[in-house]
């Protein structure tokens, strides 16, 4: 933690801090442009993985997990990619890399096992809704969900301090985190996610999902898949899933529940599939 | 109240439709009052989806009266209305509430 008296509290302390956040690992950028090659096989793909053994080990753990469910044992990665195919491999490389971001030490208005639970059951939420909405990369959602409130270790991290103080005032008053950063910091966690995303160089689909959850109407084009996670963040909320850091849940935006068209025979279906693999998804991702 | 898995019936419901087998056999007719018996008997036959009347599906109202029957929910229910303090109001934010309580009783089945 550096944050100390003189610590710059502005939009602008922000945008120079972030240059300083942990980038991504080469892997995952490597991964990331043979995906969007059209010429890619699955063994230059696994070339790639293969110098990575951790990598490998984790990502043939989280094939053959009960998780995903595949019938017959996974014992490549050129058989995993075959699987589950290019886009659900990259988005799995990155979930399995961004993990150790969420390691930091945290506080005890800050907990990071929480907050680490309020991230996968997101995660799980977006990926189950995703499914039912008829969405072909659900990988990406649940990716999406995963580091929806990313912004906030990026608080945690460079503004400890007035962070805990917006911690501390959300408990107090009973209010969302993002009021209390809003009160204390002027600036909340969906803006610096957002930061970071383009930081990161990551899809558009994805900056929006973690910029727009709070404001899912204002992602325009990709309002569905903000909406997604903004929906994903209230069920997991709403199921007690770890915590955010505040004890309250956020209003539904009904145009976004208008343009999602899903039933409440859905959000009764994904609620109970969040549930049934919450602890199982827990496990697997910190393994 | 439309269709409901079969799992979440429950006595006393009414059928808005026919039930039928697999085999598309008549099983139970419109109008029939669920006993605990007639459940089973569609579950044993395979239904895995009915149509039940308006009524059947439970208020918020009603769930809160049962979940308030069983004191091991009573601090889970305390969250819950927490959280949802300042949302309750509103209709979509009522249903899910609705829907979380009712996973709680049923969880604790």
Redesign the interface.
């Given at each position: 933690m550096n944050s100390t008296a003189t610590t710059e509290v502005s939009w602008e302390g922000v945008l120079s801090k972030i240059r300083t956040f942990p980038t991504l690992p080469m892997v995952v950028h490597k991964i990331t442009e043979l995906v969007s090659q059209p010429e890619t096989s699955a063994k230059d793909i696994e070339a790639v993985i293969a110098k990575d053994q951790v990598l490998t080990a984790k990502l043939l753990r989280l094939v053959n997990s009960p998780f995903y469910g595949f019938p017959q044992k996974v014992t490549t990665i050129s058989r995993a990619v075959g699987i589950i195919g290019f886009e659900a491999l990259r988005n799995l490389v990155f979930s399995s890399s961004v993990i150790n971001l969420f390691r930091s030490q945290g506080s005890d208005i800050f907990r990071p096992a929480e907050f680490w639970k309020h991230s996968v059951g997101t995660a799980l939420g977006a990926k189950e809704l995703a499914r039912h909405l008829g969405e072909k990369q659900v990988e990406e959602f649940f990716v999406g969900g995963l580091i929806h409130d990313i912004g906030k270790l990026v608080h945690e991290e460079y503004f400890g301090d007035p962070f805990r103080q917006a911690c501390s005032l959300a408990i107090r008053n009973d209010i969302l985190l993002r009021q209390a950063e809003q009160e204390v910091l002027h600036f909340t966690h969906d803006q610096t996610g957002g930061l970071l995303m383009t930081q990161w160089n990551l899809p558009p689909k994805v900056l929006a999902m973690v910029r727009f959850h709070h404001q899912p109407a204002e992602a325009r084009e990709y309002q569905r898949e903000a909406g997604v996670i903004h929906l994903a963040d209230?069920?997991c909320?709403?199921?007690?899933m770890g915590s955010g850091g505040d004890?309250?849940?956020?209003?539904?935006d009904?145009s976004t529940?208008n343009t999602l068209g899903l039933t409440?025979?859905d959000?009764?279906q994904v609620?109970?599939r969040m549930?049934e693999h919450f602890d199982e998804a827990v496990a697997f991702l910190e393994s | 109240m439309g269709r409901l898995s079969i799992d979440h019936v429950q006595p006393g419901m009414i059928l808005a439709k026919d039930a039928h087998t697999f085999r598309k056999q008549l099983l139970l007719p419109t109008g029939t009052a669920l006993s605990d018996k007639n459940i089973e008997m569609m579950k044993a036959w395979g239904v895995s989806e009915v149509d039940t009347e308006g009524c059947a599906e439970p208020s918020l109202e009603d769930v809160e009266a049962r979940l308030r029957e069983i004191p091991a929910l009573a601090a889970a229910n305390v969250a819950l209305d927490h959280r949802f303090s300042d949302v309750r109001d509103d209709a979509m934010m009522k249903e899910i509430l609705t829907i979380v309580k009712k996973q709680l009783l049923e969880e604790h089945k």
């Open positions: 209230i069920l909320r709403a199921k007690g004890n309250k849940i956020p209003l539904l009904q529940w409440l025979g959000l009764e609620m109970q549930a | -």
